[in-house]
């Protein structure tokens, strides 16, 4: 081999050995969470801009503000029909990974999908709220808008906000709806919820974790969900579902490593009207991909099977 020949060999597994080296690692880490931040923002930009802001009945997208000052609320409200849902989101989060179901649900419903304050475009209140204070808030914001008897369905730290919501009025909502409920008593904690949340982001489609991730930090903004960090993890679920006199359903993807089947088996026994559902597939945020299976969930639970769980199949949308 010539000298130069030798020399362009040398150089070239020196390239090789430094483009993979331990060094490039922080800068690709950084480079895939850029990456999906600015997905999550251009993903959903034109939805975002494409809401009517209005009060109108119509089937369109209409946008609401209303609630108390200090804790309002951003609604974006669309569909007919007679029976009437509200979505509630969990930490972090905005209704953006909700529009697919909110979708699905507006083809025969009405349909609310919450931002909480605090959250997505809703502006942060002056202190820090509990999980009943973001319960109330709600209330407060159906109570305006005149939403009767709203079929409640949340997602993760939405699971207790919505279980809150019904025991301050036990007639209020027809039945509960929970997806992926959150704050499994031995996992009680932050830091191992944290290992799980990023357990579960290698699981989701990276549409997903754009939309989270964007969502967090620069909609919720670090400052803000660490404050609610300590609200949700001192509300315990398991108390407040014992005095759910309405049929429940309790939703898991059953790739889902932040909700065991353990946990939502014992959230349906708590719940003197409870069942349990796994989808197939799927992991913390179901309702994204599986749209149609968790809204045939949210418009009869109850006649998807037994109403205890245990020894049923494993099926989309199958109680078991």
């Not at 503000?65 to 969990?90: K, N, W």
């Not at 369905?153 to 279980?163: D, E, L, N, P, R």
């Not at 007639?171 to 990023?198: D, H, I, K, M, S």
Request: hydrophobic share 40%; proline share 8%; glycine share 10%.
């Amino acid at each position: 081999m010539s000298t130069i020949a030798a020399t362009n060999a040398g150089n070239r597994e020196t390239a090789s050995k430094t483009f993979i080296g331990p060094d490039i690692v922080p800068g690709v880490l950084l480079g895939m969470g850029l990456g999906l931040v600015v997905g999550g923002i251009l993903l959903h930009r034109r939805t975002d801009s494409g809401a009517s802001r209005g009060t109108d009945r119509g089937r369109g997208p209409r946008f609401h503000v209303a609630g108390r000052p200090g804790t309002q609320v951003h609604v974006h409200s669309e569909g007919t029909g007679p029976d009437t849902y509200v979505l509630i989101h969990g930490i972090g989060v905005s209704s953006r990974y909700f529009r697919p179901l909110a979708k699905e649900l507006a083809r025969t419903a009405t349909v609310h999908n919450i931002e909480l304050p605090g959250h997505g475009s809703t502006p942060k209140p002056r202190r820090t709220l509990s999980v009943p204070d973001y319960a109330r808030a709600v209330w407060d914001a159906l109570d305006e808008l005149g939403a009767d008897r709203p079929i409640l369905v949340g997602h993760s730290m939405g699971c207790q906000i919505a279980v809150e919501m019904v025991n301050m009025r036990a007639t209020a909502a027809p039945r509960l709806v929970l997806l992926g409920p959150t704050n499994y008593p031995p996992e009680r904690g932050f830091w191992l919820q944290a290992l799980r949340l990023g357990q579960d982001t290698l699981r989701e489609p990276w549409r997903i974790n754009a939309v989270v991730l964007s969502d967090y930090i620069f909609r919720c903004r670090p400052p803000w969900y660490f404050r609610t960090v300590p609200a949700m993890l001192s509300n315990h679920i398991e108390n407040g579902i014992a005095n759910v006199q309405v049929p429940v359903v309790v939703v898991r993807g059953i790739k889902d490593p932040i909700v065991p089947t353990a946990w939502t088996s014992a959230l349906a026994h708590l719940a003197p009207q409870g069942s349990m559902a796994q989808i197939d597939d799927e992991s913390h945020v179901m309702m994204y991909r599986s749209a149609a299976e968790v809204a045939a969930l949210c418009r009869a639970p109850a006649s998807h099977g037994s109403s205890r769980p245990g020894d049923a199949r494993r099926k989309s949308g199958a109680a078991i």
